[in-house]
């Protein structure tokens, strides 16, 4: 069984900055794809980052230029940088291993004066 655990959520101001992080239990992680995904209320919930076994990336255009999704295989760690956040940007962030249906719990990001 896999377990993710998101980490990193809080209030914060336009402009401002976050990391998010997703730790996932077991010895698959190194293998697989992992996304952050996020969910505002009301809305789909939505891919934001991707990112391969491999490294390599690719972003939500409404994200592209202000977040970093990156990974440490060694912590079983996946990463989400995010600066100049926007209102817009409030959402409950989830993580997600490679397209399978293990998810992690969420973490509430806000941004607002």
């Known amino acids: 069984q896999v377990q993710l655990v998101e980490s990193g959520g809080g209030l914060v101001q336009p402009g401002g900055s976050l990391r998010l992080s997703c730790a996932a239990s077991g010895s698959i992680f190194s293998i697989h794809a992992m996304g952050w995904y996020r969910q505002a209320p009301g809305k789909q919930r939505e891919l934001v980052a991707r990112?391969?076994?491999?490294?390599?990336?690719d972003y939500a255009d409404s994200v592209k230029g202000r977040f970093t999704i990156s990974r440490d295989n060694a912590k079983n760690t996946v990463y989400l940088q995010m600066n100049s956040l926007k209102p817009e940007d409030t959402a409950v962030y989830y993580c997600?291993?490679?397209?399978?249906?293990?998810w992690g719990q969420g973490t509430q990001v806000t941004v607002s004066s």
């Open positions: 990112i391969t076994s491999g490294g390599s990336t």
């Open positions: 997600n291993l490679g397209g399978t249906v293990f």
